[in-house]
């Protein structure tokens, strides 16, 4: 059965720290990794990764895949309150995503 | 455009009711997901559907839970006979089908907050 988990389940920083979560995985017919940031309602997502070693940069995120150790990692630099979330991540196999069970992100002013 | 249309936000049932959830996808999209989430915890899958197909049901409760995307209008989470264990988010997703292309984001709508009292 297709499994993905992250870590840490939940982390309190301070404003401007920089932080990092983690995401392994184990699916049938790997497609893609996907990390969603999910506040009070839907899910919004992120970063779409399909190939090992291509960073992807946003502003202050960045997430990069690693497929022969099957795991990825989103990096998020010079936090803001308004970083504050549940981050999600998402593996696609043949047809369903499969989520983890989420990071829960709180930044301190 | 309009993204991933859900409602009601907010449905109350009580135990023994039965609760239909609709969901409309973005415009052009003609795949739809349905996930359920409960407090502290990440999205289940539950149902994959195109237009008048269930492609993938491996999520789905066997008794009382059945999905339907019809050719015209929403698609519909139908749960029957509600208990209290269902009380959760019912997320709805949905993604384009592009010839030649399988991989694309979800789109997630807002969800349907269920409440069985």
């Known amino acids: 059965e297709d499994k993905v988990v992250q870590s840490p389940l939940s982390l309190v920083v301070h404003e401007g720290d920089t932080v990092t979560l983690n995401c392994s995985y184990e699916v049938t017919n790997f497609r893609s990794l996907l990390w969603y940031k999910q506040e009070k309602k839907a899910p919004t997502f992120l970063f779409m990764l399909t190939s090992s070693g291509i960073e992807k940069k946003s502003g202050r995120l960045s997430s990069i895949l690693d497929k022969k150790e099957l795991f990825s990692i989103l990096n998020i630099t010079a936090t803001q309150t308004g970083d504050s979330a549940v981050y999600l991540c998402?593996?696609?196999?043949?047809?369903?995503?499969?989520f983890g069970q989420g990071t829960r992100l709180t930044i301190n002013p | 455009n309009a993204g991933v249309m859900q409602n009601p936000r907010h449905l109350v049932r009580r135990r023994g009711q039965e609760a239909r959830l609709r969901c409309s996808p973005m415009k052009g999209h003609s795949h739809v997901y349905w996930y359920r989430q409960l407090p502290e915890e990440g999205l289940k899958f539950m149902v994959y559907?195109?237009?008048?197909?269930?492609?993938?049901e491996s999520g789905m409760p066997k008794e009382r839970f059945s999905a339907e995307f019809p050719k015209e209008g929403p698609s519909i989470l139908r749960i029957q006979q509600v208990v209290r264990g269902d009380s959760a988010a019912y997320f709805c997703a949905s993604s384009p089908r592009i010839p030649g292309q399988v991989l694309s984001p979800l789109h997630f709508g807002n969800g349907t907050r269920l409440t069985v009292t």
């Open positions: 998402a593996v696609k196999g043949a047809q369903k995503l499969v």
């Open positions: 559907l195109q237009k008048e197909n269930i492609i993938d």
